[in-house]
């Protein structure tokens, strides 16, 4: 284990979570001894919250802007994963860790690694879920807003960790020798994140493919057969592969699962079949079979999958229920952050609503919004925030013949729009389909905003 005392460490990028990377990153080392320094662009009047976990420890704040002479005198710097890692001030430093780099090097227990362009939080959680249901000694962290780093000192390397990756974090791992999963998942791989990739969708797909580039061939990489991209990854690991689709599995693919209707999983494991049932309406039929996919892969028995597959209750800002009022039900979906995914959620609550009126918009990351088109038959009314991806938006509702309204600065002025055109029956889905900056902190601020807003007067 590498010995941090004494050396000089710079955090760039603490952030505003207690259990993020960087609040987490900052609290492991300095009680390792390291002569720690924090610099953010943001103010302290901001970070206020989060700067009192490192109370009882010397450490130099450097907020409001960066100072390249912090860099140049670290002997290590760990970054924030949405910090580019061709950041002019990362030039010439001597050494570059993350939170997930330094946790891997401490602990090596059993990995189950999960990524994708959606999915992924929803799958982690469940895969946690069903683990400890089983009575499995587990953990949960990565990119779902828990740094490994909270729980490593609770890690025995029989445990088993389950982490959700983004492609930064994945990225930042390349070629170092520390991600190494039992098993590893790609749910899909979608136009997101162009804004940092460049629109390079193939430098976007080797991030990604990091979760399987270490693995051997005792390991298993699970793989969407439906997806465009799943020959990329298959090229990028030496492990054996299992595919999932939402359509019947071909004979030829000996491991795998498939949808067979809404509520059936086929799961399949050296041509052999056993069909599972999906009692869960908190997730996508697609989420809840790739799960069972890796569990199943795991080791874990049928009987033991379905039962926490009921039990699960589905996370927060992911298809969530929030109330229903007046016979109107309100969902908060503020985790579908590009528009495939809010086509997603749309496509799944159409045939449960009366009618079905949506809370749509924010900020673009260089994406594609022509997969709404599939959405515009399923929706009595689009209410839409004002943000950089309002022009795209414009445009693509023009085409199709869609009226929409707003825009709206505010989530209460979006919410009255909604409820004022809803009738008992109806769904209020607030999916956005883009980034939150703008109007609101992060995509966990604009989530909670709706139900405050939802639950105000109730």
């Not at 049928?302 to 597959?309: D, P, R």
Request: hydrophobic share 40%; proline share 4%.
């Amino acid at each position: 284990m590498p010995d941090y005392s004494g050396k000089k460490v710079l955090i760039m990028g603490y952030g505003l979570n207690k259990g993020g990377s960087g609040p987490q990153a900052a609290r492991y080392l300095a009680s390792k001894g390291a002569d720690l320094t924090i610099t953010d662009l943001r103010t302290a009047d901001i970070l206020a919250p989060t700067m009192g976990i490192l109370d009882g420890f010397q450490v130099c704040w450097v907020l409001g802007h960066h100072d390249i002479s912090d860099f140049q005198n670290a002997d290590i710097v760990v970054k924030n994963p949405g910090v580019n890692k061709d950041s002019e001030f990362l030039k010439n430093v001597k050494q570059i860790e993350t939170d997930l780099s330094l946790f891997l090097q401490e602990k090596q227990p059993n990995l189950i690694a999960v990524t994708g362009s959606k999915g992924k939080s929803s799958i982690s959680s469940l895969i946690y879920h069903v683990l400890k249901q089983a009575g499995r000694r587990s953990h949960l962290g990565g990119n779902i807003s828990v740094s490994p780093l909270t729980f490593v000192d609770d890690v025995e390397n029989t445990d088993t960790v389950v982490l959700e990756i983004s492609s930064w974090q994945s990225g930042d791992l390349l070629h170092l020798d520390l991600l190494k999963p039992k098993v590893s998942l790609i749910t899909n791989l979608f136009n997101d994140h162009q804004n940092y990739y460049q629109n390079d969708m193939a430098a976007y797909a080797l991030d990604k493919a990091a979760v399987c580039l270490e693995q051997t061939e005792d390991d298993w990489t699970v793989l969407n057969l439906d997806d465009e991209w799943m020959p990329f990854f298959r090229e990028h690991t030496k492990a054996q592969i299992a595919y999932f689709s939402c359509s019947v599995l071909d004979k030829k693919y000996s491991c795998g699962a498939y949808l067979d209707k809404d509520d059936i999983v086929v799961l399949r494991k050296d041509g052999k079949e056993q069909r599972l049932k999906l009692n869960n309406d908190r997730m996508l039929p697609q989420n809840l079979m790739t799960a069972a996919l890796v569990l199943y892969l795991y080791g874990l028995e049928i009987s033991t999958i379905e039962e926490g597959i009921r039990t699960f209750k589905g996370i927060r800002h992911r298809l969530q229920p929030v109330l229903e009022k007046q016979g109107v039900r309100y969902y908060n979906d503020s985790g579908a952050t590009i528009p495939i995914a809010a086509v997603a959620s749309i496509q799944h609550f159409a045939p449960k609503a009366g009618k079905l009126h949506v809370i749509f918009g924010g900020s673009d990351k260089e994406l594609d919004f022509v997969p709404m088109k599939d959405a515009f038959p399923l929706v009595a009314s689009w209410h839409v925030f004002e943000g950089t991806a309002l022009p795209k938006i414009q445009q693509i509702f023009q085409e199709y013949g869609q009226s929409y309204f707003g825009p709206f600065r505010n989530m209460e002025d979006i919410v009255a729009s909604a409820a004022a055109q809803a009738q008992e029956g109806d769904i209020i889905l607030m999916s956005p389909g883009c980034t939150s900056f703008g109007l609101f902190l992060n995509e966990f601020d604009r989530g909670n905003q709706f139900i405050e807003i939802v639950q105000k007067e109730n």
